[in-house]
């Protein structure tokens, strides 16, 4: 298995709150991404980096922000969390996408709740 | 925008059938990846197809991919109740984004 760690794997959250999400890899792979599941629409891409303190947006950013200060670590933020923000979300990372046998491994998931 | 959609949604077949999961995607790639996820789980990578007439097979599963059509199937032969999960396929963009489908759920029934 790759190796990636998001933490924390659950967490219930009070709307208006911060909240961050963290992931972690020892991949050293270039590029890590932050998807949100929900049923019915799959996977979706919220931020992405190509590099350390490369970061940007995927189809649906608004509400998010993301942070890469090293390699190993993307971080993402839910400034004031809303009830639409609970998910699971999803943590991937990709050494060179778009060149060969290259595809995203997925982190284990966390599952946030904001009520 | 990249839309990608697979069909059906949901697949349920009874154990020792054949059936085919088709991925739709709205843009021109090169590169479509097949991927597995389990109740609760993560996703698991399946396959990685990379051009035009890709085919791999792995099991009772095979994948094959037609970029001028722009359709992915995902075959399965003689289902088993461990095939069991959601299906997902993915197309990647510009080279570094992965749009994925909304995933087929499929239940094999013994």
């Known amino acids: 298995d790759a190796g990636i760690t998001q933490s924390p794997r659950h967490k219930v959250t009070e709307t208006g709150t911060p909240v961050t999400l963290r992931c972690h890899q020892t991949e050293n792979h270039r590029y890590m991404y932050w998807y949100r599941q929900d049923p019915g629409h799959g996977l979706r891409l919220i931020h992405y980096s190509y590099g350390v303190k490369d970061t940007d947006k995927g189809e649906v950013s608004d509400g998010y922000s993301v942070s890469r200060s090293k390699t190993e670590d993307f971080l993402l933020t839910l400034e004031s969390a809303t009830s639409s923000q609970t998910s699971v979300y999803f943590c991937?990372?990709?050494?060179?996408?778009?060149?060969?046998?290259?595809?995203?491994?997925f982190g284990q998931g966390t599952r946030l709740t904001v009520v | 925008e990249l839309k990608v959609e697979q069909n059906p949604l949901f697949l349920s077949m009874q154990e020792g059938k054949n059936y085919t999961i088709y991925c739709n995607y709205s843009?021109?790639?090169?590169?479509l990846y097949w991927y597995r996820q389990d109740p609760g789980k993560s996703l698991e990578s399946l396959f990685v197809l990379l051009s035009n007439g890709a085919v791999k097979q792995e099991g009772r599963l095979m994948a094959s991919l037609d970029t001028k059509a722009r359709l992915s199937t995902l075959h399965i032969t003689a289902a088993v109740h461990d095939l069991s999960a959601t299906y997902f396929c993915?197309?990647?963009?510009?080279?570094?984004?992965?749009?994925f489908g909304t995933g087929t759920s499929l239940t094999v029934i013994p």
């Open positions: 993915a197309v990647d963009r510009t080279g570094n984004q992965f749009y």
């Open positions: 843009t021109t790639s090169d590169r």
């Open positions: 991937a990372i990709s050494d060179f996408p778009g060149q060969g046998n290259t595809e995203a491994f």
